[in-house]
Every structure is written in structure tokens, then in C-alpha cells.
């Protein structure tokens, strides 16, 4: 396949790297420093366990033109740069599907706008990196924890989704075909912000969060409230498998908590954490329409948001 990944940080370049390693048709969209980093050096990565290096060259470009053509783009950007993408997204229609590949609590609503709902698909990546000696540390996550999860709006099992999946796993990544990925979208926003709230509310590093009982008791909290949000808005909680936070014990469920944040992969998965500030707040400002339409109190929610901005 033919992929155009727009974003060239982290997360985007261990995607094109391992995509290139698999023989795939990799072109990066990067821009200044980056641009002529990759162009000179290639994506060079690092396993976080075994501490394998890796480097890749890519081809890379520094704009989309309107007559360029790829079986796929990945858009793999913080949320709030998205919209900066959507007009040259646009312009392009000679590429049929363009993934957004991240957090998104608000729905596809402004993309298939821009560019059409048959080209729109939505995904969330099962990897994490952080910058470290001239390289991305990185480990991807297990399909039991969080492979690379896939969908058509529609939840249909299409042609391109099984192809994009087949082309990502035989790049490395697990991956899981979502059939209702908008409701897997925001149940992972329900849990990932409570998370990063109370991350910073310890101090900002998982060893200080896994020490700190208020702050655990407050994201577990404040993570059921959220899935009372999306249930009040016709939501599912997706995948099914979140539901054990409505009836396992408070004690248990923070006793799983605190290991999950004293992993030894922890600091990578969570080092975008302060970097991600931005993305967070408005994140916030998307589950808070979800939170007034709901109509119900979610105080321990409040209380996390506060660790954002005061406002």
C-alpha cells in the first residue's frame, strides 16, 4: 500500500518506520528541522525492553499537493492541529481514505465535512514513544492491553479496513477492528483524561501517581462519573471488556491501577503527558458537552479537569 503519514513526531514515525520495514510504501509529511532529519538520517528507533536501534530511511516530503496520489493517509497529529490539515486534506481527492489516527471526544463531524464521509476513517494507535539519544524509544502494547484499534464510521468490516489492519500487522502492530470506533474514541478519552489529570495532581510521573492514594482514588472516580456521561448520551462503553470498572471493588480496582502505573513501560506510555497539555484542555472542552447534555453531576470530573486549567 501507498501511505502518506502526516505528522512526524513520535508516534507518526515509529508508524512509518516499522510500515517501511514491512516493505510498505512509506511517505512522511514533515516540516522544517524534522523534515531534513529525516531526510539525512532516516527514523531511527529504539526499543524500550530490548533496546534494539533500528534506522529506516523514508521518503519525505514537505506539503500534499492537490494531484499527489496514496491508497491511504494517516493523520497522526495532536488534536488540536487537526483542523490546520483538513482544507489540503481537501483539495486531494484523488486519495479515497484518510485515517485520523488519535483522541477525539467530539465525533467526526468537522472531518467527513471537510473532506467527505466516504474518505473519513478513525483509528487510535497501540504504541507509545518518547525521544531518547537521537532516537524514539518506543514499545507497542499488547492486544490485550491496546492494540492499534481500526473502524469505518459505518462499523463495517470493508475491504480497505481489513487491508489497513493486514498492513499494520505485518508491520508489528496488533491490531482490532472496531466496530463502533466513534463509542471506542471516547470511552478512551473518558479513562486517558482522568488518568493525565491526576498524573499531574501527583507530581507528573507514574512512580509519583502509583505512591499517591487520593490521586488514584480520584481517577477511578472520576473515570466511572465519565462512563455515566457516555451512557447518558447513548454511548457504549467500548470495548466491552471497560465495563469490570462499574462493578469490580473500589480496593481491587486500585490496587490494578497502581501496577498499571508502576509498569515498567510506564514512563514511556505517559511521557507525553506534559507535552500534551494543549491537547488535553481541549479534549476536556469536548467530554464537557458530552458532561451538559448529560445533565448529571460529575464532581470527582471537576475536580480532575481543575488540574488542567483553573478555568
Known amino acids: ?28 509529511l514533515a516540516r522544517g528541522a524534522r523534515l531534513e532529519e529525516i ?27 492537490s494531484a499527489d496520489e496514496y491508497d491511504v493517509v494517516l493523520v497522526i497529529l495532536p488534536k488540536q492541529r487537526i ?19 488519535g483522541n477525539n471526544a467530539a465525533g467526526p463531524g468537522a472531518m ?61 502492530f496488533p491490531v482490532s477492528v472496531s466496530t463502533n470506533i466513534d463509542a471506542w474514541l471516547k470511552t478512551h478519552v473518558a479513562k486517558i483524561l482522568p488518568t493525565v489529570c491526576t498524573l499531574f495532581q501527583a507530581g507528573g510521573t507514574p512512580e509519583q501517581l502509583a505512591d499517591d492514594d487520593e490521586a488514584l482514588r480520584l481517577m477511578l472516580r472520576a473515570i466511572r462519573e465519565g462512563f455515566r456521561v457516555l451512557r447518558a448520551n447513548g454511548v457504549p ?7 469490570v470498572l462499574d462493578w469490580l ?22 511521557g507525553h503527558a506534559e507535552q500534551g497539555r494543549a491537547e488535553w484542555v481541549l479534549l476536556a472542552d469536548e467530554f464537557r458537552q458530552l458532561i451538559e447534555r448529560a445533565g448529571i453531576p460529575t464532581p470527582s470530573l471537576d475536580a480532575a479537569y481543575r488540574q488542567l ?3
Open 39 to 65: 531526510r539525512q538520517r532516516g527514523i531511527e528507533l529504539e526499543h524500550a525492553v530490548s533496546g534494539e536501534r533500528t534506522r529506516t530511511p523514508v521518503q519525505v516530503v514537505d506539503h500534499l499537493d
Open 237 to 243: 462503553i467500548t470495548p466491552r471488556n471497560h465495563r
Open 249 to 270: 471493588p473500589e480496593s481491587a480496582l486500585l490496587f490494578l491501577m497502581r501496577k498499571m502505573v508502576s509498569a515498567e513501560t510506564a514512563a514511556i506510555k505517559f
Open 112 to 172: 467527513t465535512d471537510a473532506i467527505g464521509q466516504g474518505r473519513v476513517l478513525l483509528g487510535f494507535p497501540g504504541a507509545a514513544g518518547v525521544p531518547h539519544e537521537g532516537a524514539i524509544r518506543y514499545v507497542i502494547t499488547s492486544a490485550r492491553e491496546q492494540p492499534t484499534t481500526l473502524g469505518e464510521l459505518d462499523g463495517s468490516r470493508s475491504a480497505r479496513i481489513l487491508g489497513l489492519a493486514s498492513a499494520l500487522e505485518a508491520s508489528g
Open 83 to 101: 483542523a490546520e490539515v483538513l482544507p489540503v486534506l481537501a483539495a486531494n481527492q484523488r486519495t479515497p481514505s484518510v485515517m485520523f489516527f
Open 1 to 28: 500500500m501507498r501511505f502518506l503519514i502526516i505528522g512526524a513526531g513520535n508516534i507518526g514515525s515509529l508508524y512509518a518506520a516499522k510500515l517501511a520495514q514491512s516493505s510498505q510504501e512509506v511517505t512522511v
Open 309 to 311: 486549567s483553573p478555568a
